[in-house]
Antibody
């Protein structure tokens, strides 16, 4: 059974930092690119960024809205991906989802999300 | 930055065909993916690589792409298909992934 579980969300003040974790099981994590996607309350999905596999040099890419503030990393030995969020703004408030798998094969796996609230 | 454009809403009666469009300049060269998201739930992939259906997705869901437009078609839409639908693709450089703004499908 495939499981993707995000954790680390919570309340943080503007300008603060938070690190999210995403633990996956049930598929070949090491070969999968891992993405982070967010959704503000009542709004649409927004792609945040991704990290590719070791075979693809762990290449990262980010949305313009978070570039320079957010960093994605992974630890294949722990089947875990991370999202380090710095210089947080109120507009970063959202549910953050982690997704992985092999969508070009129809295998696409999402967690249930973790809520990040940026507020004073 | 790259954008995908969807209509905000589509409404059909049960048993009718629903079509949701997605336009983007890179779609002639890049695949479109479609997600269904019901209230309070994580998104579910319903179409990948323009027109392929993942295991477990009903046959009434189909996809197509021509030029700068991709289309999700739900043939014989059912009440349980009411959801938000998002297209998803990448820019020409394969760096920026993007979701369309989402289309709320109403079946009543």
């Amino acid at each position: 059974e495939v499981q993707v579980v995000e954790s680390g969300g919570g309340l943080v003040q503007p300008g603060g930092s938070l690190k999210l974790s995403c633990v996956a099981s049930g598929f070949t994590f090491s070969g999968s690119a891992m993405h982070w996607v967010r959704q503000a309350s009542g709004k649409g999905l927004e792609w945040v960024g991704r990290i590719r596999s070791k075979a693809n040099s762990y290449a990262t890419a980010y949305a313009a809205s978070v570039k320079g503030r957010f960093t994605i990393s992974r630890d294949d030995s722990k089947n875990t991906a991370y999202l380090q969020m710095n210089s947080l703004k109120t507009e970063d408030t959202a549910v953050y989802y982690c997704k992985g798998g092999y969508p070009y094969l129809g295998n696409d796996y999402w967690g249930q999300g973790t809520l990040v609230t940026v507020s004073s | 930055s790259y954008e995908l454009t969807q209509p905000p809403s589509v409404s059909v009666s049960p048993g009718q065909t629903a079509r949701i469009t997605c336009s983007g300049d890179a779609l002639p060269k890049k695949y479109a993916y479609w997600y269904q998201q019901k209230s309070g739930q994580a998104p579910v992939l319903v179409i990948y690589e323009d027109n392929k259906r993942p295991s477990g997705i009903p046959e009434r869901f189909s996809g197509s792409s021509s030029g700068t437009m991709a289309t999700l078609t739900i043939s014989g839409a059912q009440v349980e298909d009411e959801a938000d639908y998002y297209c998803y693709s990448t820019d020409n450089n394969d760096n920026q992934r993007v979701f369309g703004g989402g289309t709320k499908l109403t079946v009543l």
